[in-house]
């Protein structure tokens, strides 16, 4: 559609478009500016040449009026009659208004030339971490990013169709690109001809990303026949068909899918039930990317991915059984048996794996340091050192570290200084806890030697008895006769007569003389 002359002398002079002055539009006819669809020949060295024409106009006379506003303007609409002839649409009374087309497509079109001047990003390499089939996907984004010579992210060079529809899409409303687009870059990308002198250096500049990519790889010479003509576009396609083809992505889904289906979830190591959800997550990640380049597969939904996941835990854990029970009588719409994440959420409190490896605080179990009045005592005798009711910690600390604590923690520690302080006069020295758990069993071992002795002592004291009323009886049976005590029979002994002396003999000097015996 054609513009008319009133339309177009609307867009030039009136304020709520460039806002020229007649005078200064009658110039730049003369510069060559008669239609809006003349500024797709306009540059900024052409710009910069009609500013210094216009302050010093051919015939004489006094410099024209051409203020910074509409100069600006103008630079926009320049931008934008180039953009609308690079995707091949007409251009209309509607789609050069300043409000809101014109004004929206500056602000993305700045953004796009700021990418421009950015340092590129480093290229993807080809590696055991990042295999041929994920290393096109991290490729593919690399090139989204990297803006070539048109203004166009490189990776409109690898679009499928090299031909656009002669049709353009019917734009959105009071915006500069289609609603089956969404921006001026996704436009760019699918409808930007390949046939445009530039696209011979924008193809180059997506060829060496590829080569500096294979480069000392087995995938190099799958590229080299295209390194003569630099034909980016071929050398991506090559390895595409050879290394990442449909098939490619068939096995690709295979391997997910075993993922989800097959892989069980027992809770009898430390992998968590946290990891395995995140397995899962990643498998649906790879099918989306797969179905990209298979669009005839179908994703799983949501109602699906709980389902899988619910099957695949096999564990008996009851208050995970009890989270499980939950997700699947949650069946509204937005439940959580349609719901993934909010599934996961729920699940991953009731892990076993994450208490028993004590990542969740409410079910771990507290130490011997960490139980009051009994952990001085009982912390000793172990590894870990014991921590006071006050919270400090019970062992030796430096004057800066005593000086650090508050009243209650040192009159707790110095209390408990004064309860083990072995040598009268000195304090304590720190020792290690292997030394402290030798001392604590040594003392452990004394305190039974103890108990013995003193048991042995009464039970001498018993035998002492006995013997006495042994030696009495001795005194009146004959000295062969067996005597049984205590359930043991004793052996005959021979009592010598008393001293010829008359020295008296005493039954505590008979009971020395047996014992020595």
Not at 293 to 301: A, R
Not at 461 to 488: F, N
């Amino acid at each position: 559609m054609v513009l008319t002359v009133a339309q177009t002398t609307a867009f030039f002079e009136q304020a709520s478009q460039m806002a020229i002055p007649r005078a200064t539009v009658r110039a730049l006819e003369k510069e060559g500016l008669e239609k809006v669809s003349d500024l797709v020949d306009f540059d900024d060295d052409t710009w910069r040449q009609v500013c210094e024409n216009l302050r010093r106009p051919a015939g004489g006379g006094g410099p024209l009026v051409f203020g910074a506003k509409s100069y600006q303007r103008l630079k926009v609409a320049t931008d934008l009659v180039k953009y609308y002839d690079t995707v091949g649409r007409p251009l209309t009374a509607n789609n050069i208004r300043w409000n809101t087309v014109m004004g929206t497509f500056k602000v993305q079109w700045k953004a796009l030339r700021d990418r421009k001047e950015e340092d590129e990003p480093d290229v993807p390499k080809i590696s055991k971490a990042l295999p041929i089939i994920k290393w096109t996907e991290a490729m593919t984004d690399f090139y989204h990013r990297v803006i070539g010579v048109r203004n166009i992210p490189l990776i409109y060079v690898q679009r499928e169709k090299v031909t656009v529809p002669e049709e353009v899409p019917e734009l959105a409303e009071n915006q500069p690109y289609s609603d089956e687009h969404g921006s001026i870059e996704a436009e760019l990308i699918a409808r930007a001809s390949h046939e445009h002198p530039l696209f011979r250096d924008d193809n180059a500049k997506h060829y060496y990303f590829l080569e500096e990519a294979t480069r000392g790889s087995a995938y190099a010479d799958s590229i080299k026949p295209f390194q003569r003509n630099k034909n980016g576009r071929g050398a991506w396609f090559a390895l595409i068909n050879q290394y990442a083809g449909e098939d490619k992505w068939e096995k690709e889904i295979g391997k997910m899918e075993k993922i989800l289906h097959q892989r069980k979830w027992r809770g009898q190591s430390n992998y968590s039930l946290e990891r395995h959800c995140q397995a899962h997550r990643n498998a649906h990640v790879t099918l989306e990317n797969c179905q990209r380049h298979l669009t005839t597969y179908q994703l799983p939904s949501e109602h699906t991915r709980v389902g899988h996941l619910l099957d695949s835990i096999e564990n008996d854990d009851a208050r995970l059984q009890a989270a499980m029970a939950s997700v699947r009588n949650d069946k509204a719409v937005d439940g959580m048996r349609n719901n993934f994440e909010a599934a996961v959420a729920h699940l991953l409190p009731a892990c076993p794996v994450a208490r028993r490896t004590n990542k969740d605080p409410s079910d771990r179990k507290r130490g011997a340091a960490e139980i009051a009045d009994v952990s001085a005592d009982v912390a000793s005798f172990g590894t870990k050192e014991a921590i006071g009711k006050s919270g400090v910690h019970l062992r030796y600390h430096t004057n800066s570290e005593y000086q650090n604590l508050n009243k209650a923690q040192q009159d707790e520690l110095r209390e408990w200084r004064k309860k083990h302080r072995k040598v009268k006069g000195k304090r304590p020295h720190h020792q290690t806890n292997h030394n402290g758990h030798h001392k604590a069993m040594a003392a452990a071992v004394e305190k039974e030697v103890n108990k013995r002795i003193h048991a042995m002592t009464n039970e001498s004291k018993s035998s002492d008895d006995q013997a006495r009323a042994y030696i009495m009886s001795l005194m009146q049976q004959p000295p062969e006769k067996k005597v049984k005590i205590s359930g043991t029979v004793a052996a005959p002994m021979q009592i010598s007569p008393p001293a010829t002396n008359d020295v008296p003999v005493s039954i505590s000097s008979i009971l020395k003389r047996i014992k020595k015996s």
